[in-house]
């Protein structure tokens, strides 16, 4: 009986959902548009004409109510291409992301876990993380041809010490607390310690991080398309999109304009949910944040 | 202080054995052979077999790599497979417009990154300053492949103010010059200044928790001597080491700037190079940027001790 008088029932869920909005705002909105513009791309393809198909009686048209970016040199449509694009853009961005996270926690629980290990861990970390991420696609361009393996690979090198970083700090911080120390003392092996009390605990952390590497890795991608080094067409990508239209940037700078402008339009939208995510699961952070905000304010 | 420098001096050549062997080995590592690769099928056994011994691929893997870590240790890094001149020699040759481009738009995005920041901390109700500040954030979203191709559009094709692309050295000819690196530059600012305000404002949010500047106004220093005094110069710091970790993804961009404005630097080189399969050129083109990495952050180093007491007593 008593329990009932404790436990209120749960809110139903549409209040918590818009109690949820009223707290996180820009988190929602940029969030919300996110998957916007990913369902767009993953919905649209089925509805438009084909991509690949090249039609040279309309060719280089300027985007109208048929062609809404208009065609491209061998009378493709630039807006079905654009979609299909997007597919391979945003997969790409997604795929480079997880292997870079997952492999960047890896090595974050194991360098902060093992003190001496870590040390030597981290000094190969701050070396790699060192080098231009396009260098290295040219070294990977050359040794495995230019493409999506090597560009995955160069890219998840780069990335992946950004993320053992902070995990690894994180790591650092956990291992002192006392229910640690508990699970340890009570004979739990290390690697279990790790994987019960450890690793859950740094997830929201690499949550945070992917939506903030992949801000990059769609920057990346972008450049790499750019420069032949990346995805190379006939499949389209948003960067190799730019690429195709920067010869008829006189006369139709719309083929330029629109993927850059999604590259651009999603790389912010990436980088506001992933500040707004950081303030929404590290707490502490948040409070430090509007603490120093309120003293801001206070000196205007 | 010596001692930074040695040590510096040691992860040098560190970092340099490291990427060397790496990229030795990485490069062996290509299935095929490098010279049938290079010559195509049509080649004679003899012009293969002299390639082969020009490249150094001739004996165990072991032997091949110490020939070249001799060679690379008294100043060879081999000869250049597309144009026949020595490594060292076409990097020298094409160093110069990058760096131009590097340092010219990192000076400019430094100081220009102290000026916003300066003013939004010291005028925070302004709202000019408040909305470029905001704009850093989309600053940091924008592709520089794609602002470069924008600017041509706007500046160069329609606009007619700047040339559309080429290069010219500084001190050949600095009028034509300075109109041909306006664009290059200006796009590297954009996307540098951007980076480094957001840095340094995180910064300053940091240091205005200080408990100092309560001692200062306690005895009644005034807002704005606290700011310019106190809150921005130690505020710099941070912003000079993001300056050196910075400069993987400067790099970055100047490769793609090159290669839009048609600039004979070290990122055509190599992106030239890669297309050649000519394995010298990139190895020896890869391991000097990986040297100017290093470089970089010494100088960023030196400047701290000059501008902090703090690194120079410890």
Redesign the interface.
């Known amino acids: 009986m008593t329990a009932d008088l404790v436990t209120a029932p749960p809110a139903p869920v549409p209040a918590r959902i818009r109690s949820f909005a009223r707290r996180n705002p820009t988190l929602v909105v940029t969030g919300g548009l996110l998957v916007a513009i990913t369902l767009l791309v993953l919905v649209l393809p089925p509805f438009l004409p084909d991509p690949d198909a090249a039609d040279p009686v309309n060719r280089l048209l300027s985007p109208s109510a048929e062609h809404l970016m208009g065609t491209d040199k061998y009378g493709r449509d630039l807006f079905a291409r654009w979609a299909s694009a997007g597919r391979i853009s945003i997969g790409m961005t997604l795929l480079i992301t997880v292997c870079a996270v997952t492999l960047g926690t890896s090595i974050g629980l194991v360098a902060g876990y093992f003190a001496r290990a870590g040390t030597v861990i981290m000094r190969i970390v701050d ?1 790699w993380m ?6 290295l696609a ?2 990977f ?3 495995v041809g ?1 493409g999506m393996m090597s560009e995955l690979l160069a890219v998840t090198i780069i990335f992946t010490p950004y993320t053992a970083r902070i995990i690894r700090s994180r790591v650092l911080g956990l291992t002192t607390r006392t229910y640690v120390k508990a699970a340890r003392v009570s004979g739990m092996g290390p690697w279990k310690t790790l994987a019960v009390h450890i690793l859950p605990n740094t997830l929201p952390l690499a949550v945070v991080q992917c939506v903030l590497l992949s ?1 990059g890795a769609m ?2 991608d ?2 790499l398309s ?2 032949g ?1 990346g995805i190379s067409p006939p499949t389209a990508t948003w ?1 190799n999109m ?2 195709d ?2 010869t008829y ?2 006369g139709h ?1 719309t083929m ?2 629109f ?3 999604t ?3 999603f ?2 939208l990436l ?2 949910t992933g500040s707004a995510l950081r303030a929404f699961v590290d707490p502490r952070a948040r409070m ?2 509007d ?2 905000r309120r ?2 304010r206070s ?2 | 202080m010596l001692w930074v420098i040695l040590r510096r001096l040691r992860d040098l050549v560190v970092v340099l054995f490291v990427v060397g062997t790496v990229l030795f080995f990485l490069l062996r590592s290509i299935p095929g052979d490098p010279a049938t690769v290079l010559l195509g099928t049509k080649a004679s056994p003899e012009q293969l077999e002299r390639l082969r011994q020009d490249l150094g691929l001739t004996g165990p893997l072991y032997e091949q790599y110490l020939h070249w870590l001799g060679n690379v240790l008294t100043g060879d890094f081999g000869t250049s497979i597309k144009y026949n001149l020595p490594v060292l020699q076409m990097i020298f040759d094409n160093i110069t417009p990058t760096l131009t481009l590097a340092v010219v738009s990192t000076v400019i995005s430094f100081l220009l990154t102290v000026l916003i920041v300066t003013w939004v901390t010291v005028a925070p109700h302004n709202r000019v300053a408040r909305l470029v500040s905001r704009a850093a954030q989309f600053g940091l979203a924008l592709p520089e492949f794609w602002l470069a191709l924008l600017a041509v559009y706007l500046f160069a094709l329609t606009f007619g103010w700047f040339p559309p692309s080429g290069y010219t050295p500084l001190f050949a000819d600095p009028a034509t010059a300075i109109t041909q690196l306006t664009l290059p530059v200006a796009v590297l600012v954009i996307g540098q200044t951007a980076f480094l305000t957001i840095t340094m404002e995180e910064s300053v949010l940091g240091e205005l928790t200080q408990l100092y500047l309560r001692t200062a106004r306690a005895k009644g220093v005034g807002e704005r001597r606290i700011m310019l005094r106190h809150v921005l110069p130690n505020s710099m710091l941070p912003v000079l080491t993001s300056v050196g970790l910075n400069f993987a993804s400067l790099i970055g961009g100047v490769v793609v700037i090159e290669s839009i404005f048609v600039i004979p630097g070290l990122g055509t080189t190599l992106l030239g190079a890669v297309y050649a399969r000519d394995f010298p050129l990139i190895q020896g083109g890869v391991m000097f940027i990986a040297f100017l990495f290093v470089l970089v952050n010494l100088l960023v180093d030196l400047a701290y001790a000059l501008i902090d007491p703090k690194v120079r007593v410890s």
């Open positions: 070396a060192a080098f231009p991420s396009i260098i040219i070294v361009a050359v040794v230019p801000a920057l990346i972008g450049s750019f420069l080094l960067g730019v690429a239209g920067r940037l006189q700078p330029v304009l993927p850059g402008l590259i651009a339009l790389v912010f980088n506001l430090l944040l603490q120093q003293q801001r000196r205007r």
